[in-house]
């Protein structure tokens, strides 16, 4: 059986497989080899075919959902004044799209909590839910990769996040993800900014560490 990339992180993040398993399932695959031309049809059937495939793929594509992509936030920055940000900080994404947060630099995390209780992780307000949850991320100046989280998404449902560090939370460092509309970004930062506690998750959970060139990062905000 073959994934595709976003099938991978999927099942990766809800426990199908292990780390393992998805790195040879990554290094097993190989390109497709281009189909051989027929040499018997004529020029007749040739337009023949072209005009059926392009009926078949037109009817194939009318009912086909968007295609799913990666959306890129970036943590933090080296700028001072704007190093307890997410960049964006307020997003939807779709089923199949995949959240790759890129760390930039200081020591950040990324954390799921409730929107009724920001800067504490959603195990402790809802035991059953799957949570998301990078560690701690430190960061150097002038590295040559970037590390990344990359969390599939898998419905529609909210999702409110923050960074676990220190302060930083309560500081603003907070984003949304398809947030309800009586339940926004302000409101949730808000909310943030009156916690008594900035508290992180156990384990890493709900998406994938990796690490990607610097030089195809997103640029902090400066």
């Known amino acids: 059986m073959r994934f595709n990339s976003v099938a991978l992180l999927t099942a990766l993040a809800a426990g199908f497989f292990s780390q393992a398993t998805f790195a040879s399932e990554i290094s097993n695959r190989s390109p497709a080899a281009p189909a051989a031309p027929d040499a018997g049809k004529g020029a007749g059937s040739k337009t023949s075919s072209s005009a059926a495939a392009a009926k078949t793929t037109a009817a194939a594509g009318a009912g086909t959902p968007p295609a799913s992509k990666i959306i890129k936030i970036v943590v933090g920055s080296p700028d001072r004044n704007k190093s307890l940000v997410f960049t964006p900080n307020d997003i939807k994404a779709a089923p199949g799209d995949v959240l790759q947060f890129q760390f930039s630099m200081i020591n950040h995390t990324v954390t799921q909590s409730t929107f ?22 430190p960061v150097g100046a002038n590295q040559t990769t970037v590390t990344t989280f990359e969390v599939p998404i898998n419905n529609t449902q909210p999702m409110y996040l923050y960074c676990a560090q220190g302060p930083h939370c309560m500081l603003g460092m907070v984003m949304t ?46």
């Open 116 to 137: 009724a209780n920001p800067c504490m992780p959603i195990a402790g307000s809802e035991p059953n839910a799957a949570e998301i949850h990078s560690g701690f991320v």
């Open 177 to 222: 993800v398809n947030a309800a509309a009586n339940q926004s970004f302000a409101e949730y930062k808000a909310a943030a900014a009156k916690a008594t506690a900035n508290v992180p998750a156990t384990t890493v959970k709900g998406g994938v560490l990796g690490s990607i060139p610097a030089a195809d990062a997103v640029p902090p905000p400066q």
